[in-house]
């Protein structure tokens, strides 16, 4: 799937070692609780993506050249719901609109060619960069879920809970949103 300036793709193999090595930079995942990275071996990673099932996908997201620049994922297909999460990984490319773009891909993906009808997803109560880009898709904010979770700094976390309708989407979209 593409859009302007970008293309949503399926992870392969080959995505392992950007990912691996994404996902140990402290800085972007110090905002998902893990202060100095988190650390996966592309063994694992390659394990994980050859192992998805069809109710659980991490996606890529390129430029148009096919340069990769972040991931997302949708996961707990319930029904017509599931979760979802997004990282622009290549910190270069942060703060520029990526973020909402790949992300309004994977929700016309998840509403227009799955069929969902509600989406869900949390953030961290003080990761306000993912709770604006939430919201400005439309998601909703429907609770705080305290302690959810024990970072390995032994810190507990709390999560803002936000949902999304196919409404509440185009809605929050000013100008019709292309897929190419």
Avoid at 47 to 54: A, E, F, L, P, V
């Amino acid at each position: 799937m593409n859009s302007r300036r970008m293309k949503m793709r399926a992870t392969t193999s080959d995505d392992a070692k950007c990912l691996s090595d994404w996902y140990s930079q402290a800085e972007l995942m110090k905002h998902v609780g893990f202060e100095a990275g988190y650390i996966v071996s592309e063994e694992d990673l390659i394990k994980r993506i050859n192992n998805q099932k069809i109710n659980e996908k991490l996606l890529m997201l390129t430029l148009l050249d096919d340069t990769p620049i972040g991931e997302c994922h949708y996961k707990n297909i319930k029904g017509a719901s599931c979760e979802v999460g997004i990282k622009i990984g290549d910190l270069s490319y942060q703060g520029k609109g990526y973020g909402k773009e790949g992300l309004q891909m994977l929700l016309a993906h998840l509403f227009g060619v799955l069929g969902m009808k509600m989406i869900f997803t949390d953030a961290l109560v003080e990761n306000e960069r993912a709770i604006s880009l939430y919201q400005s898709v439309g998601f909703k904010t429907t609770g705080t879920n305290k302690d959810y979770w024990i970072d390995p700094q032994g810190s507990s976390r709390s999560a803002v809970l936000m949902t999304l309708t196919l409404d509440e989407f185009k809605n929050s979209i000013k100008q019709p949103f292309k897929v190419y």
